[in-house]
């Protein structure tokens, strides 16, 4: 026979591994193509677990050593890439439905056992992150990542499905939505040498858009004049947050979905933070069960109980003074004090949510000091008409509000907390012509991740991260 290793392969079209399971397949002759995970076997028969990312599942490739030159099978190690043509049986081999039987193997490109980082051994999350080029190869990435796939398309189906527009809002912006003042500066000025003006303050002037920019923190302020323009609108896109906050929740560069819908108030609001995380939660566990399978096995026994948990029961709803007089009663030791007009934080957060109701729980109308200006003023004048979504290991996954849709309130508040209002027109003009109450939210995506994939970092949810002192890749 004249089964060599061959650079010419016939033209025979390839068959994704994800669909070579089909039982119309077998007894067929097939072509996959993918990255060598194992090759194991004796002097008789060499096995090659196949893969090529379109599925966790591998496709075993059976080498009967006497069509082939054992010489030649050497450079198939692991991450070696290969075409593989031969017949789809089925196996006998515990763990799987099909096999190929090699007819011919054409090697594309070689893998370095001495080089090539991901062996067989099991590797740390962490070492993976420092490969983090690589580790899209690897069983866990490739589930993460096809799921975070799965989740965007969820994220759109779901609102063209209920009437929103997508909404592409500036990634470059000269206003500061959040009031945070943690954002990254956009500037060509030469940093070496900027210009001063007479003040010896930056020359901003001379700067490539005439003012200072930033990258954006959070698509919403642009994402209102949509609203109040289309009805219902929602943005999906990066934002970038300069706070140097290193911790499993934070990234500098996030992906964030903020829906924001005319005529719409707190309570529906609510109504559809919760519809749509139970929406996407029940998308992955109609279209991704093997890979949240694989993820429940490698690190969380619990993961898809708790999904099923959120999507059935219905979440809790409290005022934040509610929730502080919960967590004071409490006797719990935490971290960092509770006192009414703290801003929660995570342990607070999941304290309510794991410990207190074991349920996720929407907290709304917290004291105006710790949210943003353009949040609506509740009659107390104290408290804003917030909602911030709480959810187990997570904490805040989604914050959002009705907005303050009175013009003077809305430029009282902004004095108040000393925000530049001549930058501001635009803004302001959507209160001044035919105002309308509305209300968004924001999800944080790779929160989602974190919760659906039940990774604890959120670095292991977004294939490249961006955190403080890391830009690699
Ligand atoms: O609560 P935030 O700051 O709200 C806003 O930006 C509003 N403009 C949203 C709106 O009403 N349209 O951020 C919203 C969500 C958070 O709940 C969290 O899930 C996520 O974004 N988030 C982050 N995710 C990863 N890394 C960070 N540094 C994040 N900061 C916020
Ligand atoms: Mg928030």
Redesign the pocket.
């Known amino acids: 026979m004249g089964n060599k290793i061959t650079n010419k392969m016939e033209t025979l079209k390839r068959t994704k591994i994800a669909d070579i399971f089909n039982p119309a397949l077998l007894n067929t002759t097939v072509c996959v193509k993918g990255w060598v995970r194992t090759r194991r076997g004796n002097k008789h028969v060499n096995f090659i677990a196949l893969n090529d990312g379109s599925t966790i599942k591998n496709i075993q490739v059976v080498v009967d050593l006497a069509n082939f030159d054992e010489e030649i099978l050497k450079p198939i190690t692991t991450g070696a890439s290969l075409c593989v043509v031969g017949k789809l049986v089925e196996s006998m081999g515990k763990g799987q439905t099909a096999e190929i039987q090699a007819e011919k193997i054409e090697i594309y490109g070689k893998a370095d056992p001495e080089l090539y980082p991901l062996q067989k051994k099991g590797h740390s999350l962490e070492f993976l992150r420092e490969i983090a080029h690589l580790r899209p190869r690897t069983n866990t990435f490739g589930a993460v990542l096809r799921i975070r796939h799965h989740m965007a398309y969820a994220i759109h189906k779901y609102f063209n499905d209920h009437g929103f527009f997508y909404m592409h809002t500036p990634l470059i912006t000269a206003s500061d939505?959040?009031g945070a003042g943690a954002m990254f500066q956009v500037t060509t000025l030469d940093i070496n040498d900027v210009p001063r003006n007479e003040e010896g303050k930056v020359d901003y002037t001379q700067d490539f858009f005439g003012k200072q920019t930033s990258l954006t923190?959070?698509g919403?302020l642009e994402?209102e004049l949509g609203a109040t323009a289309l009805g219902a609108i929602y943005t999906f896109g990066p934002?970038f947050?300069a706070?140097n906050?290193n911790t499993p929740?934070?990234?500098?560069e996030?992906w964030?979905i903020?829906p924001?819908v005319a005529f719409n108030d707190i309570t529906d609001n609510m109504d559809l933070a919760e519809d749509f995380l139970k929406y996407c939660i029940n998308y992955a566990l109609e279209n991704c069960m093997d890979d949240l399978n694989f993820l429940s096995e490698m690190y969380d026994k619990e993961l898809i109980e708790r999904l099923r948990f959120v999507v059935d029961n219905e979440f809790v709803r409290l005022p934040y003074t509610e929730g502080i007089k919960i967590l004071e009663a409490s006797g719990e030791k935490f971290e960092f004090p509770i006192y009414w007009g703290a801003d929660l934080q995570s342990e607070h957060e999941r304290y309510l949510v794991e410990k207190h109701f074991k349920k996720p729980v929407i907290l709304t109308d917290y004291p105006k000091d710790i949210k943003?200006f353009y949040m609506k003023l509740n009659d107390d004048n104290k408290t804003v008409r917030a909602m911030?979504v709480l959810f187990p290991r997570i904490g805040?996954?989604?914050?959002?509000?009705e907005r303050e849709d009175n013009l003077d309130k809305l430029q009282a508040r902004i004095i108040e907390m000393n925000i530049p209002d001549k930058d501001m027109w635009w803004y302001l003009d959507t209160r001044r012509f035919g105002t309308v109450p509305h209300a968004?939210?924001?999800?944080?995506f790779?929160?989602l991740l974190l919760f659906v994939t039940g990774m604890t970092n959120?670095r292991d949810v977004i294939p490249f991260p961006r955190t403080p002192k890391t830009a690699e890749f």
């Open positions: 939505c959040e923190v959070s919403q994402g934002t947050r706070e906050s929740r934070h990234l500098a996030f964030m903020e924001e943003a911030d805040e996954i989604i914050g959002g509000s968004g939210f924001g999800l944080g790779e929160r959120i």
